[in-house]
């Protein structure tokens, strides 16, 4: 265990016992245990999902952006703010998670592309999909409904009460699994 000097990032120390538990329980205490645990890497599959799931349509390779994130930045401006009215096609929403999930090579991940987390999503304005709550389901590609309606005020509570979840056409959040 490393015993490191560290900079204090605010007046006082705050604990949540829970979170200390979690990191105990988790937490390697010897060599042998980190070659155990490295010699049977996890292997998480995500939740299975419902018959009524919606499969994601793929985005042609022609019709995919070809664009630098230097010309994504300047053509965008601000990332502070989005328009409430616009809204996204399933097949960009498919593309932006196929992207995103597409897994990293990793020493304690098997097979590629093994995930540690399940992704849920706030629909607000994708094109051919309902408002709503949302599960991905990695290895089907698909997405079921969670629940029906309209959660913007939801997506800027979760989103530490800033603008930009709320009004965005998609929220996608993160869950360990």
């Not at 988790?26 to 996890?42: D, F």
């Not at 593309?95 to 990293?104: F, Q, R, V």
């Not at 029906?148 to 509570?157: D, I, L, M, S, V």
Request: aromatic share 6%; hydrophobic share 40%; net charge negative.
């Amino acid at each position: 265990m490393l015993a490191l000097e560290t900079i204090p990032l605010s007046q006082h120390d705050v604990e949540y016992p829970a979170m200390l538990e979690m990191h105990d329980a988790s937490s390697l205490q010897s060599v042998e245990e980190v070659n155990r645990w490295r010699a049977e890497p996890p292997v998480l599959a995500s939740s299975t999902l419902a018959s009524g799931a919606v499969r994601l349509p793929r985005l042609p390779e022609e019709e995919q952006s070809k664009d630098t994130i230097e010309q994504v930045i300047l053509r965008r401006g601000s990332t502070r703010t989005f328009d409430k009215t616009a809204s996204i096609t399933l097949a960009q929403l498919s593309t932006i998670l196929d992207y995103a999930t597409g897994g990293i090579p990793a020493d304690f991940l098997e097979p590629l592309g093994t995930q540690l987390n399940d992704l849920y999503l706030i629909v607000h304005s994708v094109q051919g999909l309902t408002p709503g709550a949302y599960f991905f389901g990695r290895e089907q590609n698909t997405l079921e409904l969670l629940k029906e309606g309209h959660f913007r005020a939801e997506a800027h509570h979760l989103g530490l009460e800033q603008e930009l979840p709320a009004d965005a056409c998609v929220d996608i959040f993160f869950s360990l699994i």
